[in-house]
């Protein structure tokens, strides 16, 4: 039982070690390349969020500071507004229905 | 055997079930802007029962005795007025070819804004009053002006003034391009988008008459007619355009430019359901 835990104990350590790595300019290209490939999505179907823009901006002015930490989270989080915002185009197509007036 | 053959029937059945419960969302799908335009009055009218329907083109002043007061007050020296001026000099004043707006409209411009936005058969899209005040100056060798500004704000609003009373009298003609205009129209007035998650209708077809913030939102019937209008809010004149496209970045989505199709279609489909009503524009808004 003992071996187990300590190479559980080890794993996780490993783990949470590799999570507190800063984030490299690779890093933060690569979450913002993903990010502006949403967006591009969510304009074609016409329905952007201006937080996705603000955001995207906050990405790039941290990464020009020298900053990827911050850079790569605003990135992802970029992301993630971008996916939401194309989710809500497309549960809208048909959604829309529920609200009008008959 | 036996078992095979409850099967087959239990399938029938419900093949049957499945069709008889499609036919009805077949119907309800089935684009109708007469009855369209009947539900919305009566939608507004069942929930406002005090409000007499041509009072709905005053917006948030038509939503309680003391607001319709404040309007009585402001009517008298109306904000808009200096837009007004300017839009009939504007209007009048030949371009450089000599022409004026006059030669590019019917009834040379007078009392015609009840019948925008109209279907273009030959273009097959929708063509607002914006949009072919715009055409009309360059087809007479004039810049476009912005749609957002208040240039257009005032030519827009003199036409306005010149139909006030006039019932608005938008044409569906039988062309189902049109009707697939004002089907979008319709779609994106109910569709939620921006980050807030709102549609035009989470405003004005839910909530006309609360608060949001320090403002009294206005009913959706009617909205058009009172178009452009002054705004406390922006210390000046809004057009059509910069009205919707406010609405959308309010709401955290990303605007669309000026006359985009998708615009274009709302306006149809709002002027549309507002038939009957007479035009009140230039209007005056908290």
């Not at chain 1, 020009?64 to 507004?81: I, K, M, Q, V, Y």
């Not at chain 2, 079930?17 to 309800?28: C, M, R």
């Not at chain 2, 949009?131 to 810049?143: F, I, S, T, V, Y």
């Not at chain 2, 391009?177 to 004002?182: D, G, I, K």
Request: glycine share 6%; aromatic share 10%.
């Amino acid at each position: 039982m003992n071996m187990p835990r300590s190479a559980l104990v080890s794993i996780l350590l490993i783990a949470s070690s590799v999570c507190a790595f800063a984030a490299t300019e690779a890093d933060y290209k690569a979450a913002y390349a993903a990010a502006e490939a949403a967006n591009k999505e969510a304009a074609a179907l016409r329905n952007q969020w201006t937080t996705t823009a603000a955001t995207l901006a906050a990405a790039k002015k941290a990464a020009d500071a020298g900053d990827f930490d911050a850079a790569t989270a605003s990135a992802r989080e970029a992301e993630a507004l971008a996916k939401a915002s194309s989710f809500q185009a497309t549960s809208e197509k048909e959604r829309w229905k529920d609200m009008e007036i008959r | 055997m036996k078992l095979r053959s409850a099967i087959q029937l239990a399938s029938a059945a419900l093949t049957l079930a499945a069709l008889t419960f499609a036919a009805p969302a077949t119907a309800a799908d089935k684009i109708d802007p007469v009855a369209d335009a009947r539900a919305f009055k009566k939608f507004f009218t069942d929930k406002f029962p005090k409000v007499k329907l041509e009072d709905f083109v005053n917006g948030p002043y038509s939503m309680d005795e003391g607001l319709h007061r404040q309007w009585e007050e402001k009517e008298q020296f109306p904000p808009y007025e200096f837009s007004l001026d300017m839009g009939k000099e504007m209007f009048t004043k030949p371009f450089k070819n000599g022409k004026t707006y006059e030669d590019c409209f019917p009834n040379k411009g007078i009392g015609i804004r009840q019948n925008y936005p109209y279907f273009d058969e030959k273009e097959g899209k929708v063509i607002t009053l914006e949009l072919a005040l715009n055409r009309c100056r360059e087809a007479n060798g004039e810049p476009p002006f912005s749609y957002v500004r208040d240039e257009m704000a005032a030519l827009t609003a003199y036409m306005a003034f010149t139909s006030r009373g006039k019932p608005f009298d938008i044409k569906i003609p039988n062309d189902p391009r049109a009707l697939e205009a004002y089907q979008r129209g319709k779609e994106y007035f109910y569709t939620r988008r921006g980050q807030l998650n709102f549609s035009c209708a989470t405003c004005h077809v839910q909530s006309p008459g609360e608060r949001i913030r320090a403002e009294v939102l206005a009913p959706a019937l009617g909205i058009m007619n009172a178009m452009p209008i002054y705004r406390s809010e922006w210390s000046g004149m809004g057009t059509t355009s910069r009205r919707f496209t406010t609405c959308n970045s309010q709401i955290r989505g990303v605007p669309l430019n000026p006359q985009d199709d998708e615009y274009r279609d709302l306006e149809y489909y709002l002027s549309y359901v507002s038939n009957g009503l007479p035009i009140s524009g230039p209007g005056a808004r908290p």
